[in-house]
């Protein structure tokens, strides 16, 4: 928002949200379904007959990799990123979790990041590099690296990330008497 009176931008006073979406993880999800449906199917539709533990480790490792997979993949389907006065909070798939809450009082200051990509994080999903800090990534394209006061960094990937980081500095500037702009 800008106050063309002033030519400085009006504080953001309502709840911001937003989220990214990657159509590639459904693909994943499936081959999760797939794999779970081929233990399933070992299981009950095979005789047994021709040996207990090689038929019970290909039915277990069907089950646990089709479970892995699946769940792995829709917990990072999409992001879901809140920013309302006091806290910025991501959540994540379906249900939300991982969660991840930060004070906005912890955050020192927020960067529009054109080109997030899984690649330089390690992959996707929820991810942690010593060397560049915490991440939220779903798919390629524009995030949010947040500088925590304790020197650490969060980013995550978000449509309208430029929107986000405006919401999120205008949110971090003191507003009150005596407050400079």
Known sequence: MRDHRHGEHAPYSGVWTGRATNRFQWLLALIGAACLALGITLAVGSAWTTGVA??????????????LV?????????????????????????IGVPRRRIPLAHVAGAEFAPHV?????????????PEKGTAVVVRRGEGVILRLWDGHTFTVTVD???????????????HGPGATH
């Not at 990509?117 to 590099?129: A, D, K, N, V």
Request: glycine share 10%; charged share 20%; hydrophobic share 50%.
């Open 70 to 94: 699946l769940f792995g993949t829709l917990a990072f389907v999409h992001v879901a990123l809140r920013v309302d006065e006091d806290h910025l909070e991501v959540r994540c798939g379906h």
């Open 117 to 129: 990509t899984p690649r330089h994080w390690g992959g996707w999903g929820y991810r942690w590099r």
């Open 160 to 174: 309208d990330a430029e929107a986000a980081v405006t919401v999120i500095r205008d949110r971090l500037r003191p």
């Open 54 to 67: 090689p038929l019970a480790i290909a039915v277990v490792g069907c089950i646990a990799a089709g479970l």
